[in-house]
T-cell receptor
Framework: GENVEQHPSTLSVQEGDSAVIKCTYSDSASNYFPWYKQELGKRPQLIIDIRSNVGEKKDQRIAVTLNKTAKHFSLHITETQPEDSAVYFCAASMDSSYKLIFGSGTRLLVRP | DTGVSQNPRHKITKRGQNVTFRCDPISEHNRLYWYRQTLGQGPEFLTYFQNEAQLEKSRLLSDRFSAERPKGSFSTLEIQRTEQGDSAMYLC?????????????FGPGTRLTVL
């Protein structure tokens, strides 16, 4: 079955710097890749997603890139702010089974 | 609040007891998912429904777990004869499938503690 690996497990950046989180997936049939942000004690919240027919998607300070050949995708956060501090999860799914397979998470700390 | 809701938010039970959780999806969402999340890990898929039909169950879902969505609206997840290893956050998500996009929105979860 599908397996998603996520790196790094923790990331500490200075406010204003960029943060990059990377994920790889194993099943080439996966075609949908969302990213969720989860603050302590809160529900996972979708922040951006991308489908496999698109190589890059951007929403203000957040962007996601997808490399289907290498089977990896990345989350880029620019001009980080303290409120970006949270755990970020990548996930993958495919049309034959809509379940999300999640990575193990990245704890992002933005230092003021 | 028109988002996904879950009840109860917290449940403490003794080993061997049965527990039931409820999820109310976003109105008119036709898919409903259950996930389990343990501390420091990403959510793990348990099962999902399209309308009232349960279409897939994870191999993680032992026969002590059962889920229903009787009228295609709310869903319940029951755990029988709870074990300490069942302690986790149980998350529900819902989605409206159209044009092939299945964006899942999560509820706040039910945190289960088995003593």
């Amino acid at each position: 079955g599908e397996n998603v690996e996520q790196h790094p497990s923790t990331l500490s950046v200075q406010e204003g710097d960029s943060a990059v989180i990377k994920c790889t997936y194993s099943d080439s049939a996966s075609n949908y890749f969302p990213w969720y942000k989860q603050e302590l004690g809160k529900r996972p919240q979708l922040i951006i997603d991308i489908r496999s027919n698109v190589g890059e998607k951007k929403d203000q300070r957040i962007a996601v890139t997808l490399n289907k050949t290498a089977k990896h995708f990345s989350l880029h956060i620019t001009e980080t702010q303290p409120e970006d501090s949270a755990v970020y999860f990548c996930a993958a799914s495919m049309d034959s089974s809509y379940k999300l397979i999640f990575g193990s998470g990245t704890r992002l700390l933005v230092r003021p | 609040d028109t988002g996904v809701s879950q009840n109860p938010r917290h449940k403490i039970t003794k080993r061997g007891q049965n527990v039931t959780f409820r999820c109310d999806p976003i109105s008119e969402h036709n898919r409903l998912y259950w996930y389990r999340q343990t501390l420091g890990q990403g959510p793990e898929f348990l099962t999902y429904f399209q309308n009232e039909a349960q279409l897939e169950k994870s191999r993680l879902l032992s026969d002590r777990f059962s889920a229903e969505r009787p009228k295609g609206s709310f869903s319940t997840l029951e755990i029988q004869r709870t074990e300490q290893g069942d302690s986790a956050m149980y998350l529900c998500a819902s989605s409206l499938v159209n044009t092939g996009v299945d964006t899942q929105y999560f509820g706040p979860g039910t945190r289960l503690t088995v003593l």
